[in-house]
């Protein structure tokens, strides 16, 4: 069992702004084997009544979506929420997050910094937007008043299965545990009365940081992401300026939220995303060949690299040197050859590396990114007071670091970091040391088109990286991270050949770029979450107590927007090969789908799917979505070759026919009483076929199994499935 988002229930006299056509009282659930019942033990749909216990009885396989194996295995659970326009799926979502920033900033109050939201030279208008926010955090997410349902594992101490409901009332935060009743079936999960927990009530020792409690609380929840490339959505304008601190990712993941693509006033920068997404890509393709595919004959064999010179927007060639920077260029150096002393553990010189015509890029980007990390909460120490590295100027925008001393101390700190927020200033100074790229192999259009094997790039940088590894510990460290990977002081291109074309990632299709930047960004993220360090190191700073979110919910809201029905049909199967690729590990990942498409849900069991109508829930009680076929005619008029059945489902068909296979040659090949049907395997590929909606081909599967254990049990249990639908829809 692993985390899943399970339900979400607006309360009485829930904001109306967040309702639109949602019911209050109701229960939106979307995961439907779990059912939910009052103290009188009655189903809790749209009673209002409160949930006393939980009864989950599985009908799927438990790790349907779950990808990796034993020690590696990621653990992953899929629903989603399907209905006509105006059903209520947005709002859901909607609802969903501002009860989590409500939450959060109830129980923490800086989790947003909103001096850090706005980068406005005019003083009073920076003021006057920051009041702007807090007048709409306190008016905007007045009187929210919902339920929130999750299982998950307890963080901390013995292993537990538990059912968690978060609660807020206005201004009241508490949550209630459902315990797992022994050896009940089905599940069942109960709660014990007065155990309800304020969280608010929990007082850290020190103001504006959390408590040990509220420490806990947030290590036990989930963190969710959004991705949504509707231009109509999550507008500021029209939801409250509040949503504008949901995009911003400055705070080494503690906020347990974050919408993407990133958005001002309602509007998607495209080259910044089309940059972002590029950035993302390199990373993961260096490593992992699977991820060079983008579709069918692109497969990304070669790249370009050249400066990004939109970096240096106060730049002055004559003096090759960046204007925000007031130290002279020898402060520079010395600082840079400090700066790998402490990284590296030995002197270094750079007066040879001075030479290349991209160092002074280099060197002003370094010092700029230690200046900019001093505003993340764990560094802003260093910008004032006793640690203090450095002087201020007029401009705001402007600064000289000083002090050697401090200097050695906060670099110190960054060589100990080990998460995403070093990691670019990290590319750069390895690239400062080991001086892996050339001038040379710089791409200027028209002077230098020369182009880099990518496998070439990926050597060169793994055999600098293994070089300083100690070769005992290269188990444990075979691959280089991205923290070792191209800085992005430079801006890459991808070709699918040997030769400099029009054929590359610059002009792939909508629908190519808007499936590719959906699943990085994912990647990207949940590679940061596992970067953020829960060790304290100084146990008196408060600053080091880190959340590290164990659970992630991933919500994708229409990811179908630019995309061809065969991306729709690959999208699900491509996602999970690609989180397989990159992200091996224990945690475990709630992934939501908002969706129009039937080429998605032929994905998903109708068991996992909310079918909304008119603010509603719908049962589902005919055919299974898992499977299902899109009538003949789309392939036809899209010249889909490869059939319309998601390619999940298709994987885990075609496993299940094989195993037959190789059960029916076993019996055959041994007698009666020597041959031994694996019942755990054999319930497994049941539960398969029950899934598939397809009749023909369900009924030839249900006769395979049958003939494992000489009976004919499960054709009938179809066909009378079968009857009983077809009874149901001619009303006989």
């Known amino acids: 069992m692993s985390f899943k988002l399970l339900a979400i ?73 399907v209905g006509k326009n105006g059903c209520g799926k947005s709002a859901i979502v909607e609802l969903l997050v501002a009860s989590i920033i409500k939450m959060s900033l109830e129980i923490k109050d800086d989790f947003i910094n909103p001096e850090n939201l706005y980068n406005d030279k005019d003083e009073d208008k920076k003021k006057e937007n920051i009041a702007k926010y807090k007048k709409s955090i306190a008016q905007d997410l007045n009187s929210l008043n919902v339920e929130i349902y999750f299982f998950y594992n307890l963080f ?22 459902f315990e797992k ?5 089905p599940k069942t999960y109960s709660c014990e009365t007065n155990r309800e927990v304020n969280i608010k009530n929990q007082k850290p020792e020190e103001k504006n940081n959390l408590s040990e409690e509220g420490l806990m609380f947030f290590k036990d929840f989930f963190y969710t992401m959004i991705i949504n490339y509707s231009h109509y959505g999550y507008n500021t304008s029209e939801t409250g300026e509040w949503l504008k601190g949901v995009f911003h990712k400055n705070d080494s993941y503690q906020l347990p ?42 497969d990304v064999s070669h790249i370009s690299i050249e400066i990004d010179y939109k970096k240096f927007s106060h730049w002055d060639e004559s003096e090759k ?66 640690h ?35 990691d670019k200033l990290c590319q750069a100074i390895f690239l400062l040391k080991y001086q892996y790229l050339k001038s040379d192999e710089i791409f200027i259009e028209k002077l230098n088109e020369k182009l880099i094997k990518i496998d070439d790039l990926y050597e060169l940088i793994d055999t600098t990286f293994k070089s300083r590894v100690n070769p005992e510990e290269h188990y444990l460290m075979n691959k280089f991270s991205i923290a070792q990977s191209l800085p992005s002081i430079f801006k890459v291109n991808y070709f699918f050949e040997e030769n400099y074309s029009n054929h590359n990632f610059n002009n792939f299709s909508s629908g190519e770029k808007q499936k590719l930047y959906s699943i ?110 899109i009538i003949d005619l789309l392939a036809d008029s899209f010249f889909l070759k490869d059939g319309l059945m998601g390619d999940f489902a298709k994987e885990k068909i075609e496993a299940t026919i094989n195993w037959l296979n190789e059960e029916r040659k076993n019996k055959q090949n041994k007698s009666e009483k020597s041959y031994n049907l694996n019942l755990k395997d054999y319930e497994y590929h049941k539960k398969i076929v029950q899934l598939i909606d397809e009749p023909i ?10 003939e494992l254990q000489d009976s004919r049990n499960l054709q009938k249990e179809v066909a009378q499935k079968e009857i009983d639908f077809l009874k149901n829809k001619f009303g006989l």
Do not use: W
Request: net charge neutral.
């Open 9 to 81: 229930r607006p309360l009485k006299e829930c904001n109306p702004n967040y309702l639109k056509n949602l019911k209050t009282n109701q229960l939106y659930k979307f995961y439907n084997d779990y059912i939910f019942y009052d103290s009188h033990n009655r189903e809790v749909n749209d009673s209002g009544k409160d949930v006393s216990k939980i009864t989950y009885q599985a009908t799927i396989p438990e790790d349907l979506f779950s990808q990796g194996l034993g020690d590696a295995k990621t653990k992953i659970n899929v629903s989603a929420i």
């Open 156 to 177: 901390q101490g013995t292993p537990r299965e538990k059912i968690r409901r978060l609660k807020i009332e206005d201004n009241k935060i508490t949550i209630l545990d």
């Open 181 to 185: 009743e022994f050896n009940s079936n």
């Open 257 to 298: 939220i974050v919408i993407n693509p990133f958005r001002e006033d309602g509007n998607i920068d495209v080259n910044s995303e089309k940059y972002l997404a590029s950035s993302r890509f390199l990373v993961n393709i260096l490593q992992e060949k699977k991820l060079r595919s983008i579709a069918k004959g692109k």
């Open 321 to 386: 040197k960046d204007l925000r920077i007031n130290n002279r260029d020898e402060e520079k150096v010395e600082y840079l050859e400090l700066l790998l002393e402490i990284f590296y553990d030995e002197k270094i010189q750079l007066k040879n590396f001075i030479n290349e015509s991209f160092y002074p890029y280099l060197r002003d980007y370094i010092l700029l990114k230690l200046y900019k990390i001093t505003f993340y909460k764990k560094y802003q120490k260093y910008r004032k007071g006793e």
């Open 388 to 422: 203090c590295i450095i002087m201020k100027n007029d401009n705001p925008f402007f600064f000289t670091l000083i002090s050697p001393d401090n200097l050695r101390k906060y670099f110190e700190q960054l060589k100990d970091d080990g998460s995403h927020i070093t």
């Open 520 to 629: 990085h960004s994912v990647i990207y993220h949940l590679r940061n979450l596992k970067s953020v360090q829960e060790l304290i190191i100084d146990e008196n700073d408060p600053n080091e107590k880190m959340i590290y979110y164990k659970n992630v919910n991933i919500i994708f809201d229409e990811i179908e927007l630019y995309s061809h029905p065969d991306f729709q049909r690959t999208f699900l199967n491509d996602l999970l090969k690609a989180i397989n690729s990159v992200y091996q590990r224990y945690d475990n990942l709630n992934i939501l789908f908002i969706t129009h498409s039937p080429f998605i849900l032929s994905d998903i069991p109708k068991q996992n799917v909310l079918f909304l109508d008119n603010g509603k829930p719908q049962d589902f009680n005919r055919k299974n979505t898992f499977g299902a076929n």
């Open 697 to 706: 081909l369900r009924m030839k599967l249900a006769e395979m199994l049958d």
